[in-house]
């Protein structure tokens, strides 16, 4: 893994080289396995009902001393899940703030992900508001990662750049990971390849889930089933599970499609019908989804794919 440093003096340059840029990256085969799916496998809803899920998570995050990501943990290492902020926010009304806010982040994500306690740090931007975006930060580092992260200067150098341009203050939500199951699947690439030219954008799709209490775990064991199936469809890049780690009951799903065909295609496999199906009486509201498209990493980069 070599450091990357991008200096760009054009705004318009860097957000064009970023979308037309492929990152690589390597992921291991080894099975990733982590007390809290397990503590929910062993559990069922009971447990999950009184905080059983969480308090095993706390436990494990406390007993384990994450001082760098799946890059550096030798072959079959324990891992606890890892912890997703995702950052909403919302730029005032104009291209100059959009095109400004995506150039600023972008640099600020390209050095962010050198950070030991960051896996990820995506970037996405809303379909049908572009003043819309959300930061997707997933740290390794759960206990120390999100302090040490705001006391970089690139994270400050980001803030004040950035200040001006906010419509509202900025939201946050935390979420554990329960999909991929593979740590190695959370990381992202830390070099570039530059023989690979993109400007494909990759659709992302923001699925919000509330199940009734009792049935988390009865949730979680289905929806991992339909998610490994869903990451081998060709249209398919990503299909990410995260559970609020305030509510037991929230979940995200972000599923990451290749094309404008693929959500449907993915609606007429066998895998989703059996997920809708055997769900389908553990919501306790209908679901709603957000569309996005993603602009850090760069559309093509392996970064994307979960596989």
Not at 130 to 142: A, I, K, P, Q, S
Not at 294 to 301: C, D, N, S, Y
């Amino acid at each position: 893994v070599f450091f990357m440093v991008v200096v760009m003096s054009s705004t318009s340059s860097l957000v064009t080289t970023m979308r037309s840029t492929r990152y690589s990256t390597r992921y291991s085969t080894r099975a990733y396995s982590t007390a809290f799916v397990g503590k929910m496998r062993r559990t069922g809803g009971g447990g999950m009902d009184s905080g059983g899920g969480h308090r095993a998570v706390r436990r494990a995050h406390q007993q384990h001393d994450v001082r760098c990501c799946a890059s550096e943990h030798g072959p079959g290492a324990f891992s606890p899940p890892f912890l997703a902020v995702l950052v909403d926010v919302q730029v005032n009304s104009s291209t100059d703030s959009q095109s400004s806010f995506e150039m600023a982040s972008m640099q600020n994500a390209i050095n962010s992900i050198q950070e030991n306690g960051i896996s990820r740090f995506d970037i996405v931007q809303n379909v049908d508001d572009e003043d819309n975006f959300v930061l997707v930060e997933v740290y390794c580092d759960v206990q120390n990662g999100p302090a040490s992260h705001k006391e970089t200067k690139h994270y400050e150098a980001w803030r004040d750049t950035v200040a001006d341009m906010m419509f509202r203050p900025r939201q946050a939500k935390k979420y554990l990971t329960v999909f991929p199951e593979d740590e190695s699947a959370w990381n992202a690439a830390k070099s570039i390849d530059k023989s690979h030219k993109s400007d494909d954008d990759l659709l992302c799709v923001h699925v919000y889930v509330s199940v009734k209490p009792g049935t988390e775990s009865a949730f979680v064991q289905a929806t991992l089933e339909n998610a490994r199936n869903s990451v081998n469809e060709a249209g398919i890049s990503r299909f990410d599970v995260l559970q609020s780690e305030e509510d037991a009951t929230k979940f995200l799903l972000i599923e990451v499609y290749k094309t404008s065909e693929a959500p449907a295609e993915h609606k007429e496999t066998a895998h989703y019908a059996t997920w809708r199906d055997t769900v389908a009486d553990m919501m306790a509201e209908p679901r709603s989804a957000k569309k996005y498209t993603a602009r850090f990493p760069a559309p093509g980069f392996a970064g994307w794919d979960a596989a």
